[in-house]
């Protein structure tokens, strides 16, 4: 099983697959660490629910990585900008299973609501998922 440890990149929460080899680590926390707000992780259960129903190709990507999903596997595979998309340059990628995926991001969730509540202590009332909008 697949696990991450929580650290803090600048101001932001970041995962760490500490036992996974470089390239692998990177992938997977960049699948992660753009969302961390209660509708980014929302709308990546969703997606992964339609993978589960069958649904061939769910492909969700943020400014990291593209996560192309079905019902046997993930692909994490790095995105590719300017002339990288035109030279031949092939991407970085791993792939994990459907399950795999659903169960980071459920651990991720939790995760994140701990890391806000900890930044959020000195306040009468824990501060909620920041919303967030959506240029993908």
Known sequence: MLTFRLYEFGSRPSADFYEEPDLRNGLLSSMLDDHF???DIAMFLEEIA???AGEPNVVIGNHHVWVIMSPDKVIVEEMLY????TNGTVPKRT???????KQLVLEWREAIRRWHSEHHA???TPA???ARSHAN
């Open 37 to 39: 707000s209660e509708e």
């Open 50 to 52: 339609k993978a589960e």
């Open 82 to 85: 300017g002339d990288e998309k």
């Open 95 to 101: 792939e994990i299973s459907l399950a795999e995926t």
């Open 122 to 124: 000195d306040e009468a």
């Open 128 to 130: 909620p998922l920041p």
